[in-house]
Nanobody
Framework: QVQFVESGGGLVQPGGSLRLSCVASRSIFSTAIMGWFRQAPGKQRELVAR???????NYADSVQGRFTISGDAAKNTVYLQMNGLKPEDTAVYYCSVWPFDSWGQGTQVTVSS
């Protein structure tokens, strides 16, 4: 089972930016779907961005136009560039691949003034 290590989170003011990284323990770019998820306290984990085989990307409405998912196959790494951060983006962020049954420890993102 593939393992993930997420990093890049932190405390940022509203309107700020962060770039999250997710390193996989093996090649994942042949996988059909790679995704970034987040889970806020008291809420269910939600999908915020995904890359579908062939390079097509999809985003949750709440992050559309602010977040960008990308990948580097040579580094087995998936990125999430987050701009225009809002307090409601505060959550632990995770990456995974289909069928989304393996998870890392996540990285905490806190947006606050």
């Amino acid at each position: 089972q593939v393992q993930f290590v997420e990093s890049g989170g932190g405390l940022v003011q509203p309107g700020g930016s962060l770039r999250l990284s997710c390193v996989a323990s093996r090649s994942i770019f042949s996988t059909a779907i790679m995704g970034w998820f987040r889970q806020a306290p008291g809420k269910q984990r939600e999908l915020v961005a995904r890359i579908i085989s062939g390079g097509r990307t999809n985003y949750a409405d709440s992050v559309q136009g602010r977040f960008t998912i990308s990948g580097d196959a040579a580094k087995n790494t998936v990125y999430l560039q987050m701009n225009g951060l809002k307090p409601e983006d505060t959550a632990v962020y995770y990456c995974s691949v289909w069928p989304f049954d393996s998870w890392g420890q996540g990285t905490q993102v806190t947006v606050s003034s």
